[in-house]
């Protein structure tokens, strides 16, 4: 069996019957996935420098 076809048939068990709006769940898991990959590429770019910014505060307001 394909996967694709028992992804299918597993979100048809899944409505409820009579419910003719079944989502866009594949969608969905795309577009968190597409979220969580851009935070983590930001996050390993910015990272270093947000937290030399942070102990930069840090030092500054317990140095007064």
């Excluded at 068990?13 to 769940?25: F, I, K, N």
């Excluded at 594949?26 to 990959?37: E, F």
Aim: glycine share 8%; charged share 15%; proline share 6%.
């Amino acid at each position: 069996m394909k996967i694709s076809t028992l992804l299918r048939s597993l979100l048809n068990r899944a409505d409820p019957p009579g419910d003719s709006e079944r989502g866009d769940v594949p969608g969905w898991v795309l577009v968190t996935l597409m979220t969580a990959g851009l935070v983590i590429a930001i996050w390993a770019v910015a990272g270093p420098a947000l937290v030399d910014v942070f102990n930069t505060a840090i030092s500054r307001i317990t140095s007064i």
